[in-house]
């Protein structure tokens, strides 16, 4: 079974708010990222935690902010985000970091900010 | 730098039809991965195809295929049979074997089926 699962499935916040989207996996992967896809375009990652410690931040502003509290869910915490921040934002995981193992995509997190 | 390239931005195929979609790379590594990703209306980015580099042999699941062209860098995948659920937006991926997590994507074809 090669699910992740994301949610909300759809989640619409002011510029003021507070919010996190979660993401949760029980293949016993290692390594678990969030990517940002804007419409039309290919995913961009984001962040990459391997085993539970963040190896991987692409330059992403503070308002989002990652946490891994075990080795199956992740989230990201979202903060004074700005209306460009619109995205579908996709959690993924793979067997071990740093390999050539196949990376493993959630649905989705539609994040609309007004 | 290592870069995927996807010149077809939009291609269509006939239902029961056939289609090929081209995907070339730039690396020095020579021990990397090749994805072909499949993301239909519903977002969802799911494998379609792996193929590793060290492997001669080109991988095939079902109706998809890929020619795997390690000298040339080129990566195509091939749609048999297309069904109406193949519509999807395809991405291309690349990924080294060593040292890192990124996934390289390319920008996309984006495939009509038509009945």
């Known amino acids: 079974d090669t699910e992740v699962t994301q949610t909300p499935k759809h989640l619409v916040m002011g510029m003021t708010n507070k919010k996190s989207l979660k993401c949760e996996q029980h293949?016993?992967?290692?390594?678990m990222y969030w990517y940002k896809q804007k419409a039309k375009k290919p995913p961009e990652l984001m962040f990459v935690?391997?085993?539970?410690?963040?190896?991987i931040n692409e330059s992403v502003p503070s308002r989002f902010s990652p946490e891994c509290p075990n080795s199956s869910l992740l989230n990201l915490h979202l903060h004074a985000l700005q209306p460009e921040d619109s995205a579908l934002y996709l959690c993924?995981?793979?067997?071990?970091?740093?390999?050539?193992?196949?990376?493993?995509f959630g649905e989705g997190s539609w994040l609309t900010v007004v | 730098a290592q870069t995927v390239t996807q010149s077809q931005p939009e291609m269509s195929v006939q239902e029961a039809e056939t289609v090929t979609l081209s995907c070339t790379y730039d690396?020095?590594?020579?021990?990397?991965?090749l994805f072909w990703y499949k993301q239909p209306p519903s977002r969802q980015m799911i494998l379609v195809i792996r193929?590793?580099?060290?492997?001669?042999q080109n991988a095939t699941e079902n109706r998809f295929s890929v020619n795997f062209q390690k000298a040339a860098k080129s990566f195509s995948l091939k749609i048999s049979d297309s069904q109406l659920g193949d519509a999807a937006m395809y991405f291309c991926?690349?990924?080294?074997?060593?040292?890192?997590?990124?996934?390289?994507f390319g920008t996309g074809t984006r495939l009509q089926v038509f009945p």
């Open positions: 293949m016993g992967h290692r390594a």
């Open positions: 993924a995981s793979s067997q071990v970091p740093a390999s050539g193992n196949t990376i493993y």
């Open positions: 193929q590793e580099a060290y492997k001669q």
């Open positions: 991926a690349y990924r080294v074997n060593y040292n890192t997590d990124k996934l390289i």
């Open positions: 935690y391997s085993y539970e410690k963040l190896s």
């Open positions: 690396t020095s590594e020579s021990d990397y991965y």
